[in-house]
């Protein structure tokens, strides 16, 4: 499709210049009727803020066109103009308004009328938008039947549930562009609609197979189809399914994305053994890949792998992040709790010194240290201001509650605990045996013996329940 941004000129179009400050001031208490003189600053203005667009220069453009806007209110290439800037700058209803303003200032004008129809489709508006390519496509056969108007007639006709006629403009589209992409996929959605996924597979797989297509897109497109299925449709079509995840990987090897759509494809689908094959293919493609390695640390916690193995693993993330990179404070955080579940205190506090260091304000390592240190009832003035940042920056999480409140009561201060478990109670503390544990004890430490015997007695069902 032919760009339109330039074609409004006069027949014999003078050279293309900027407008100079003493044009600007031709137009200086300018009121009543046009001169032959005004009309031709005017043109000379308007071609001006066309160059300024074409060397990039929006601020410009913008300028002299708003000037000319409160001289010659109404003027159809000056609205179109304006259109297009206020496009640019992503503020389509104003673009809207000024292209519907151009056509109707002159209805004649082609390119008016193509520009409002692409702002109107940009804006979802499909079927006024599909409405004006319609009459243009009739009026300029030659000109606008297309694969990208015809596509944009599909799209319109799908808005509105017109699936066999929306299907034929798609086929047109393709029997015209057999490779444009919006067409394959429109069809495709077109047989979806219709309940023919075999159609439907059959066009995403030409997608899919287009090496010259990217990847990333492609696997988009993909995992965003593989989000929305159910169980049913999943069992129906697993085969056709792994189809598309499989060609996204072997016709694009070694990418990122696609290697990570496989993986995670597999993973999810209870085929652990295949995620991980994409998932080690990826790593071995990419050995300096953050993202790879957080993956790769995930299966050696899946896996039950030993302490050993899964630091190692998360030092090799801070290897190639840096140790003050905060893409690498939750590998730190491993760190440290793996070291704690193994009974090695000092390290893991050590570990979590560097992560905060990183990343001074990272909540799930500020909570831990801060919970570990209160276990062993040692440094709890560091303890409780590690535990208040957490409360403040995520004041309804009820293990950060149960932290805070807790460090609280071993302070010697029940009656600041109590609110905070009262709060951490509505989020969900009543669901863990630890937390409503706490609070009988804060309860009980205040002299509210009943209230603390009830919660005694929710947590003990709470542990029965394995919470």
């Known amino acids: 499709m032919q760009n339109a941004l330039f074609l409004y000129t006069p027949e014999n179009m003078r050279k293309i210049f900027l407008t100079t400050i003493s ?103 499909n079927v006024e938008g599909g409405r004006i390519y319609l009459d243009l496509m009739e009026k300029y056969p030659a000109k606008y039947t297309n694969a990208y108007t015809l596509t944009l007639l599909g799209n319109s006709n799908l808005s509105q549930y017109r699936d066999s006629l929306a299907l034929k403009n798609f086929e047109d589209a393709l029997a015209i ?45 993909v995992s965003e189809l593989l989000q929305h299925i159910d169980y049913k449709f999943y069992t129906v079509w697993k085969d056709q399914l792994d189809s598309l995840v499989n060609t996204c990987a072997k016709v694009h090897p070694g990418d990122s994305s696609c290697l990570m759509l496989a993986g995670y494809w597999y993973y999810g689908t209870d085929r652990k053994e ?56 939750p590998a730190l955080a491993t760190i440290g709790d793996t070291y704690y579940h193994v ?51 995520d004041p309804d999480n009820p293990t950060y509650l149960d932290t805070y409140g807790w460090i609280l009561y071993l302070r010697g201060q029940p009656q600041k605990a109590k609110p905070v478990f009262k709060h951490a109670m509505l989020y969900g503390g009543r669901d863990s045996s630890v937390i409503t544990e706490h609070y009988a004890k804060v309860l009980e430490a205040l002299g509210e013996d009943e209230l603390a015997k009830s919660f005694y007695m929710l947590s003990e069902s709470r542990k029965k329940e394995g919470k």
């Open 23 to 125: 044009a600007l001031a031709l137009f200086c208490g300018t009121a009543g009727a046009q001169t032959p003189e005004k009309n031709s600053v005017l043109e000379t203005m308007v071609v001006g803020a066309a160059a300024s667009l074409q060397a990039g220069d929006m601020e410009t453009a913008s300028k002299h066109l708003e000037y000319l806007d409160r001289h010659f209110p109404g003027n159809d290439a000056v609205n179109y103009y304006l259109g297009i800037c206020y496009a640019a700058k992503g503020k389509l209803p104003e673009a809207e308004a000024r292209m519907r303003a151009a056509v109707q200032a002159d209805s004649t004008n082609v390119w008016y009328q193509d520009y409002l129809a692409s702002i109107l489709l940009s804006e979802g508006k």
């Open 177 to 221: 562009s057999p490779d444009y992409v919006p067409a394959i996929l429109g069809q495709g959605e077109a047989y979806r609609m219709m309940g023919n996924y075999p159609g439907f597979f059959a066009s995403v797989n030409t997608m899919v197979s287009n090496p010259d297509l990217n990847p990333k897109s492609k696997s988009d497109y």
């Open 274 to 329: 295949k995620g991980r094959e994409y998932f080690d293919e990826y790593l071995s493609y990419h050995p300096e890949d953050l993202n790879a390695h957080y993956i790769h640390l995930q299966m050696l916690m899946d896996e039950g792998s030993t302490a050993r193995e899964i630091i190692d693993e998360c030092e090799e993330i801070v290897r190639i992040g840096g140790e003050k990179n905060p893409k690498v404070t």
């Open 343 to 393: 009974g090695q205190s000092k390290n893991a506090y050590k570990a979590y010194d560097r992560a905060l260091k990183a990343n001074p304000e990272y909540l799930p390592v500020l909570n831990n240290y801060a919970y570990y240190l209160s276990l062993e009832g040692k440094k709890l003035k560091k303890a409780e201001s590690m535990s208040r940042i957490t409360v403040d920056k």
